[in-house]
């Protein structure tokens, strides 16, 4: 995990993460973050990071390059903050089929409120060496299919600035909605990342419940500052009820080697043995 806790002055508590997170990623990917990414979530309240670069800040996935930036939305997206967004970092608004054009393609287009997503894209260049340069492509996709909901997402600082995260499981699950879709051209890729991902989902598990359990504590010592004891009794009966349908989870997936369906049919065909076996017993002592 990349996250740990942190205490503000006033004694409120929160998810930080760790020192230095940024400098863990790529050259490329670093300036990138550093220029773009955490500024545009730090302006918008309203911005919310998905895709895999949520997953690899949280610690799910291996810190390494990262393509395109997703973003998703919690309320409507208006046409002045695309204008502002634009405007403020230099962005172009592009066309979803230039994907892999030269820069001089790109044209501008109209906002449009109704658009499945925006795509965003601006390309510079950085010196090598008193004589080479090389060329930084940052593309970022905001999402407008459907409004995310707060309930699932998840507030890390990053310093004195709180970003918005995804809950993982919502990135995971539109991954197996891709592969479950064979009408898409990368319904077979999903579906092979999503079998490998299932086939050693233990990991995965056991990360969300400890992710979990941080946001259990952060809440529980928040509202026992506030000092509203009704509060603090619903949201620890809440928590009890949660980490008992945890522990019924892993008791049914992980502590048994088949099936839980199979696992039924094999203790009943194991009862009703045993009980045979007692039975022939007793007529034998008879």
């Known amino acids: 995990m990349n996250i740990i806790y942190d205490m503000s002055n006033d004694g409120i508590m929160r998810l930080k993460f760790k020192d230095n997170i940024v400098d863990s990623f790529q050259d490329d990917t670093k300036q990138i973050l550093d220029k773009y990414v955490l500024p545009i979530l730090a302006m918008n309240d309203k911005f919310v990071l998905t895709g895999s670069l949520s ?4 610690g799910f996935e291996p810190i390494d390059k990262v393509g395109d930036i997703d973003v998703g939305l919690l309320a ?4 002045e903050e695309w204008i502002t967004l634009k405007n403020f970092f230099g962005l172009v608004s592009r066309q979803s089929e230039m994907y892999g054009h030269s820069e001089n393609d790109y044209v501008d287009k109209k906002f449009d409120p109704n658009a499945h997503m925006w795509q965003f894209y601006k390309l510079w260049s950085e010196p090598v060496d ?3 340069q090389k060329e930084i492509t940052f593309k970022m996709d905001l999402f407008n299919d459907e409004i995310l909901r707060k309930k699932d997402t998840i507030e890390v600082y990053l310093g004195d600035f709180p970003i918005r995260l995804i809950h993982p499981s919502i990135t995971y699950s539109y991954r197996m909605r891709y592969a479950l879709d064979v009408r898409s051209s990368v319904a ?4 092979e990342r ?3 991902f299932m086939d050693n989902s233990k990991e995965y598990y056991l990360k969300i419940r400890t992710l979990y359990k941080m946001i259990a504590r952060v809440y529980e010592h928040n509202t026992a500052v506030e000092g ?7 949201l620890r009966a809440l928590i009890d009820r949660r980490e008992q349908y945890a522990d019924s ?8 080697t088949i099936d839980p369906f199979t696992f039924i049919l094999e203790q009943e065909a194991e009862k009703f043995s045993a009980e045979r ?4 017993q007793v007529k034998s002592t008879i």
Do not use: R
Request: proline content about 3%; hydrophobic content about 45%; overall charge positive.
């Open 55 to 58: 997953l690899k800040l949280l």
């Open 76 to 79: 409507p997206f208006t046409e």
């Open 130 to 132: 008193n004589e080479l």
């Open 188 to 191: 077979f890729k999903y579906w």
């Open 194 to 196: 999503m079998k490998a």
């Open 228 to 234: 509203n004891s009704e509060k603090i009794s619903k």
């Open 249 to 256: 989870f892993f008791e049914k997936i992980f502590e048994q």
């Open 277 to 280: 076996a007692a039975q022939n």
